[in-house]
């Protein structure tokens, strides 16, 4: 059963004559609604509920705590929890802070922690159990409202409303306040996500009149030489405000003794400072703020501020916002019932969070060379969790987002032309490499680019690119891998998943350079490609850690992930890790038959607690059998049926999964959501397809879980997905028509898609 | 007796023909010869001996000690020594940095520390008392040499010869190796001077290729919020290089693991890192290093880099440093003995060092907001020390240098636009003011420019910044010093010092308003200049601290600098603080007979090793009697017998001074040249003038102690001094004519100068 509104239903019958969307029907379709932040904020999603717009720089969003990374010297395993700042069985708030990763296993950030309260003026946090200890306050969610680009919250200690939306750089509060004479609104610059000692390098703030502040904030942490500049305005001038430098005083203070420095001294610098700005409020009466951000200067947060938010009507810089969500959103309207748009629209939401935009409204930004550039023809972006995101991703984007994604790549190949080493982005953040995970997959995003004719860039530099990253021998055992044929795990503990990850990766730059017919380069690749033969072990039927010495490494043990060569999984899940040549590795496991045995057994074994507790990076829910889609390595493993003579096993599978680990609770997601990945895969399974190896043109098809969906392509296009006689035991395939033709393949490629038309499923309760 | 070369002979005859100098003239005229930077660099001097090219962004010398702040947790005093990283009485060099200050009583900077050894690699300096223990190097004074923008010494322990030259931008090292299969050069990036503990914010650093290193450095000392840009480049690559990093690690290093940080490889960054570059080097050859500064960012750095050395020829840097240097000492061209003229060309040397300028090649600067700033029309500059400086070397400026000062003035009035405190600089340095010492004595040297026409400048709007910053009522007293004419001692422990210099800056104010005609602000500001007063004690002939209760405050005695409301000074020396008013000041102490017998009390008074152990900043030469000649509030005092009966009193004193002062030798220097004022107060001594109140057009005349001096002005006059029959016993000023007439007063006015001509003292050995 399925329910949409009018205005669906409106647009079902459109889509049904063939004839594209309107821009009014477009416009006029709410799809907003459907969105929750609020999912994935209970367990391991690592998601925040607050504000942004999409692929905005502010995430404005509220910290239930502030973990510190370590207590008593020892590592708070808490820490972990916070990387998103927010976990939904808190009971109470910290404070607002204006930048947030989605879904990361990592994190940073966190960066100007705004707080309002009345009363006695605090300048600590104060601790969960004891909320009156510090400026922190208790709050509910029966009060809390969140939606895309606006959340609400009764900060109940203080009587105080306190609303959020954002621009791309600014960030935008509005706090309604009791009648008060003592209103005080905090600004924490020591707070952040993941703050280990000595993780504020400096901070240096101006107070440039009664109602305007500036300065940046300068942090050491993931990203390891960062500095956020920022402009600050309220829509009311403060009566008097202070501050206090909690790091240890310098030796040398001299004739700085002139001033207090701790009130109304409007030129402050530090480790760790805090400052508070006092009013009195009438009834009701709201304090707003206008908080910007800038990668480049202050001078630069400044422009972006009056550039981007120019008044002070709260509501209208919520609804532009919205409105921003709704345009994105409507890039696949869909009809399903209300929990699958919610599922769906908040997946298509934590879809366009990341890569987030890192440019000034001028045009300049910082590089990893932490030179200014100058952007020319451009939006620059970071915040690439590449070995996330390569897989579905940018290959979605290059679907929806096609222009965005050749500014991705562009962003990658200015990363590359400002990197010391010569190579592409591992996992870059803020004008930072954190060399996160393994693989060098950004050659895979641009290999999928460039394959499918997505290229606003220079196609053959970006080959080069990949070619001078795929070569750098000093990194992460390439020399071994390229000497050897595999990475030995007494060189390299990860040598093994590495090795499989490189393979593939090899076979993407291999796709890349036959398109661009650089034929020396499309060989050398394409022989790499079969290094993942290297780690397999006959013997076993696995693929296998191997030593130096050309042996299999023993205490061979395909469930366990630790000790074992593999990178947050075990050979169980990394043994299917060959997308590029899943034929080829059919033949290796000894036939379809027994590759179809074994695939029914990952999804179907009982994984022990042991090994589940090695498990990385997922809740016991990303987990099902031993088959783990909590964490990416996996995510093309069920489509592999297709390679089967079982591929309705793909269909039935899909579907469970889709059920099984995506839910419209705070704890809908069954673990991190990778910065948008997680989500990735739920769009395009739910839609009917999946890109299993990026590089190639071709999608394979699964089980939509939809009735209909209309792709609305930039080019102007909009290809139709109709699923007839869909439900919940409706998940085989019986037959497809591609504009009504039969299709009688197990895979549609990226030209039909992008050519426009419609694909019909007809949908049945029996596979064949 | 004196001697002259040839040349010097052959100009002197021009001179006598009252003819200006012919550009040949000059350009042949060899004065940098004279220049001796070793002068001032045993005791407190506070000079560097090293190399730097007029108003220099690098000054390149050796450092030969890098004492910490702290010695076991407390204060090491020795810091103080080491000001300006040089002490004449060391035995080991720890290597050359490229920023020092010249002559201040503080001290900051020693930026990046380059030191080549050979054999085994040691990264720590290692002590002076067993230079074996790191890479320090013994050296001798018979192999140094040190010339204007050139210095060379042989490093004793790697049997390699240094040798330093600059541009404004770029410090040129060239180094002569023995031939050794391990040659290092060290690049030491923790070094500073006043190195206390977390000096070091952050350091980053980018390996570029084989002998480009790029990088910056971030420090919070006596500028609180500091960066130093850079790009060194090798003559020769490296063959290897490698860093160690002293600060504690992070928790988190993560993925950084999958590298050797420590060796070749080129992405670094942390609070303490040092690094090395290996090479092989035959016998005498010479490696050489151009190392370029930016106050912008490392591209600013390069392009310094690349505009101002583009070769590699070590002699040529050196030639045109010299030319540069030889073109700005030859503005004043002396005829004198050997020791004057290497007194009076070091002086000169010493006077055009600072302010430093603080710009890139392409004009873009970092102010005081922290942001970069694009300059339109003048040349940024930083480093003014303005309690020293507004009283001789701005004026000194005024008449050789009113370009230069005219953009001096214009970074002074940027530096208030950027102020979050709407203030002139104090003392400013690298984009920071850091509030040392008392008054606001930016105004003098803006009213100086102003009443003496040279305004390149907006003068209202000069103005408006002197009055802004003169009524910033929460600066330092200034709030009492409105509301009650004077600053009360126990409000503001320096209270009555401040109370008379900012009487003497408001007077400065009110000649600038009667020029400009601005006639509301003359008379609020000649009003305050009598404020001077109130802090007189008529019962004890005195300056003398006053309480907020309008009372005197009781122990009072003048010999004391300690508890007694003057900052760095007795009420002995304080006393004589009015040169705005000399005449009112006799009439406070009783008439002309009582002023000259206090006057010679001071000049001839035993000053009793209590009173001496509490004066600051000067060694016990720097005192004549009771007179601080090493510390400046006392420079215009010898001057004041001008108004008295007896003028004869400051010629005879003023040539003591001169003699007794300013040597030729390492501890010619009576206290820290303060940059460059003590040097200015030399220049015009021995040319037979001082500026007593900057402000004023009128330069009281003292006893010149050359035979001859021509100032060549930038607007293409010449100003020509004779002082017939000069001789050490013949310091008494008889008669004077200028331009042929006779002068029958005791001063000469800007205009007078500026106008060209000629002043011709006949001197004798009595007075009248």
């Not at 402050?268 to 200067?297: C, D, H, W």
């Not at 589940?612 to 059998?625: K, L, V, W």
């Not at 699923?723 to 409706?730: E, P, S, Y």
């Amino acid at each position: 059963m399925f329910k949409k509104s009018l205005l669906v239903r409106h647009c079902f019958i459109w889509t049904l004559t063939f004839i594209s969307l309107s821009a009014q029907c477009q416009k006029s379709e709410n799809l907003v609604q459907y969105v929750n932040p609020i999912i994935g904020t209970e367990g391991m999603g690592h998601v925040y509920p607050g504000a942004t717009v999409p692929f905005g720089m502010v995430q404005l969003s509220p910290d239930t705590d502030t973990i510190p990374y370590e207590t008593d010297g020892h590592y708070n395993p808490d820490v972990y929890k916070y990387c998103a700042g927010y976990q939904y069985n808190d009971k109470t708030i910290v404070g607002f802070s204006h930048t947030h990763f989605s879904g990361t296993g990592h994190s940073d950030l966190g960066d100007f922690l705004i707080m309002p309260t009345v009363g006695k003026l605090q300048l600590n946090p104060g601790t969960a159990d004891d909320p009156e200890s510090g400026f922190r306050s208790r709050y509910s969610h029966n009060t809390e409202v969140t939606e895309a680009d606006y959340y609400k919250v009764k900060l109940e200690d203080y009587n105080i409303i306190a609303e959020l939306t954002t621009t791309a750089r600014v960030g935008f509060h509005q706090y309604t306040f009791p009648k008060t004479d003592s209103a005080h609104i905090i600004l924490d610059l020591m707070s952040g996500i993941y703050n280990y000692p000595d993780k504020n390098v400096w901070t240096f703030i101006r107070v440039v009149n009664d109602s305007l502040i500036t300065g940046y904030r300068e942090t050491s942490g993931w990203a390891r030489t960062r500095t956020v500049y920022f402009a600050m305005q309220f829509s009311k001038p403060f009566i008097e405000y202070g501050s206090k430098n909690f790091s240890k005083p310098e030796p040398y203070r001299g004739f700085w003794g002139k001033f207090n420095q701790g009130k109304n001294f409007p030129s402050l610098a530090g480790r760790q400072l805090r400052m508070y700005f006092n009013f009195k409020t009438n009834e009701g009466e709201k304090i707003k703020i206008k908080f910007a951000l800038s990668p480049v200067s202050q001078a630069g947060a400044l422009n972006n501020l009056h550039v981007e938010t120019p008044g002070w009507n709260f509501e209208k810089v919520k609804e532009k916002g919205q409105q921003l969500w709704n345009k994105e959103l409507n890039k696949i309207v869909i009809s399903a019932d209300k929990d699958e748009k919610i599922n769906f629209y908040t997946a298509m939401y934590h879809a366009f969070i990341n890569p987030t935009i890192y440019i000034d409204e001028d045009g300049s930004y910082k590089g990893l060379d932490q030179n200014i550039h100058q952007v020319k023809g451009f939006t620059n972006y970071t915040t690439f969790s590449l070995w996330d995101t390569y897989r579905a991703l940018h290959p979605l984007f290059n679907i929806i987002q096609p222009k965005r994604n050749g500014d991705m790549i562009k962003s990658m190949l200015a990363h590359y032309d400002q990197s010391v080493m010569h190579m592409l982005p591992i996992w870059s953040n803020s004008a930072n490499e954190n060399w996160c995970m393994t693989g060098y997959h950004a050659v895979a995003v641009l290999a999928d680019a460039v394959v499918k004719g997505n290229t606003p860039f220079d196609a053959n530099k970006a080959l080069d690119a990949c070619v001078t990253t795929a070569r750098h021998r000093s990194y992460d055992g390439i020399g071994l891998y390229e000497d050897m044929g595999y990475i030995p795990v007494d060189k390299n503990s990860n040598g093994t998943s590495t090795t499989l990850e490189y393979a593939y990766d090899d076979w993407a730059i291999a796709q890349m350079a036959k398109k661009l017919n650089r034929m020396d380069i499309y060989k050398e690749f394409i022989k790499r490609s079969q290094n993942y033969k290297n780690v397999f072990d006959p013997s076993v039927g696995f693929m296998r850690a191997r030593l130096s010495d050309g042996s299999f490494m023993k205490n061979f043990d395909p469930l366990s992930t630790s000790g074992q060569g593999f990178i947050e999984g075990n050979s169980w899940n990394y043994s299917f890790f060959v997308p590029q040549d899943p034929a080829s590795l059919i033949q290796l496991m000894g036939g379809k038959k027994k590759f179809t045995d074994k695939l029914d057994t990952l999804f179907t074994m009982h994984l022990s607690d042991k090994f589940f507790a090695e498990t990385e990076d997922i809740t016991r829910d990303g987990i099902i059998g031993g088959y783990v889609h909590g964490n990416e390595p996996s995510h093309h493993i069920v489509y592999l049926y297709n390679w089967t003579d079982e591929p309705w096993k793909t269909q039935e599978t899909v579907r469970m999964i889709l059920n099984n680990q995506y839910h419209t609770g705070p704890a809908g997601l069954g673990g991190n959501d990778d910065t948008g990945q997680m989500s990735a895969w739920y769009i395009f399974s739910t839609i009917g397809f999946y890109p299993v190896a990026p590089g190639s043109p071709n999608y394979q098809i699964g089980s939509p879980a939809i009735n209909s969906a209309i792709l609305h392509l930039e080019n102007g296009k909009t290809f139709s997905i109709e699923a007839k006689n869909q439900g919940d035991k409706n998940v085989y395939v019986e037959k497809m028509t591609l504009n009504g033709k039969p299709l009688n393949r197990l895979y549609i490629t990226h030209n039909e898609i992008m050519n426009g038309g419609k694909l019909v499923f007809y949908m049945s309760d029996k596979h064949s």
